[in-house]
């Protein structure tokens, strides 16, 4: 079984950076993708950002590239996105998910993950 906990999330002044962290267990980077999805109030969760099972592959959110960034720690089997140049568009809550069977690679929508972290909210204040 699988369990992802996300922390990191909170208020930030606008323009501020802030970095949250996914730890999952029972995964042990066995699983094939690992993804940072948002939802807004109302709105469907939406893939941010993306890294597959090896970590050789990542996709981003035009409206985050440049700005945020996905890596992975395999010793700490943590998954981490670093977000810059924070604004009031990027308030939502923040759910780390991850696909623990099929081929590695970068998955889009949200019926291709079978594992959802809690969720963390992020607010940027303006």
């Known amino acids: 079984q699988v369990q992802l906990v996300e922390s990191g999330g909170g208020l930030v002044q606008d323009g501020g950076p802030l970095r949250l962290s996914c730890v999952a267990s029972?995964?042990?980077?066995?699983?094939?993708?690992m993804g940072w999805f948002r939802q807004f109030l109302g709105k469907e969760r939406v893939l941010v950002a993306g890294?597959?099972?090896?970590?050789?592959?990542?996709y981003y959110a035009n409206s985050v590239k440049g700005r945020f960034a996905i890596s992975r720690d395999n010793a700490k089997n943590t998954v981490y996105l670093q977000m810059n140049s924070l604004n009031a568009d990027d308030t939502a809550v923040y759910y780390c998910?991850?696909?623990?069977?099929?081929?590695?690679?970068?998955?889009?929508?949200?019926?291709?993950?079978?594992?959802w972290g809690q969720g963390t909210q992020v607010t940027v204040s303006s």
């Open positions: 998910a991850a696909r623990s069977i099929g081929s590695r690679g970068i998955y889009i929508s949200t019926r291709y993950y079978d594992y």
């Open positions: 890294i597959s099972g090896s970590g050789g592959s990542t």
């Open positions: 029972g995964c042990t980077f066995s699983c094939v993708a």
